[in-house]
T-cell receptor, first 116, second 109 residues
Framework: KAGVTQTPRYLIKTRGQQVTLSCSPISGHRSVSWYQQTPGQGLQFLFEYFSETQRNKGNFPGRFSGRQFSNSRSEMNVSTLELGDSALYLC???????????????FGAGSRLTVL | GESVGLHLPTLSVQEGDNSIINCAYSNSASDYFIWYKQESGKGPQFIIDIRSNMDKRQGQRVTVLLNKTVKHLSLQIAATQPGDSAVYFCAEYNNDMRFGAGTRLTVKP
């Protein structure tokens, strides 16, 4: 079955602009998580959505937001872009249902954002 | 706050040797751990996982060891191959999945 699909793969923005990234999870997965990856850093947790509700949020400013649609597809938005927002943004989905314990995250290839 | 960390940022091994990548975690409430491999230009890929009620789990050429007493996780790769060259991340789960900084494994032919 198809994996996690992220679009766009690459994009360039300038400071002050806003950006929206899209993620289509594996079919049947209702949990979607977003991570920011920068050079020299590990993956930093942004937020997780389950059944259209934000379940968890990492330590990022309010400029970073997200949402999940009824078909489990998710988007994240970054407003008022800063140079430091240049990163690889990774989306992952899992079969977590809220009833059982944690499940494996399956990652997409990421959206590489460059802010000039 | 508590975090997941890795002991070494880089590891270089000879092809055919065994590799051991270590990870320290500090959240004793974490109950699920995963190792991921990330190759250049790709997202992290699942390698192996282990739940806190186990101390060892084996896969194909890989073994994960969990020592809850000292909050230590390790990934052993047997007969390391050039295709194993990548960055390896450990991750712990306690309500959400948190990742360590990563170790770059380089396999010398």
């Amino acid at each position: 079955k198809a994996g996690v699909t992220q679009t766009p793969r690459y994009l360039i923005k300038t400071r002050g602009q806003q950006v929206t990234l899209s993620c289509s999870p594996i079919s049947g997965h209702r949990s979607v998580s977003w991570y920011q990856q920068t050079p020299g850093q590990g993956l930093q947790f942004l937020f997780e959505y389950f059944s259209e509700t934000q379940r968890n949020k990492g330590n990022f400013p309010g400029r970073f937001s997200g949402r999940q649609f009824s078909n489990s597809r998710s988007e994240m938005n970054v407003s008022t872009l800063e140079l430091g927002d240049s990163a690889l943004y990774l989306c992952a989905s899992s079969a977590w249902t809220g009833v059982t314990g944690a499940n494996v995250l399956t990652f997409g290839a990421g959206s590489r954002l460059t802010v000039l | 706050g508590e975090s997941v960390g890795l002991h070494l940022p880089t590891l270089s091994v000879q092809e055919g040797d065994n590799s051991i990548i270590n990870c320290a975690y500090s959240n004793s409430a974490s109950d699920y751990f995963i190792w991921y491999k990330q190759e250049s230009g790709k997202g992290p890929q699942f390698i192996i996982d282990i739940r806190s009620n186990m101390d060892k789990r084996q896969g194909q050429r890989v073994t994960v060891l969990l020592n809850k007493t000292v909050k230590h996780l390790s990934l052993q790769i047997a007969a390391t191959q050039p295709g194993d060259s990548a960055v390896y991340f450990c991750a712990e789960y306690n309500n959400d999945m948190r990742f360590g900084a990563g170790t770059r494994l380089t396999v010398k032919p």
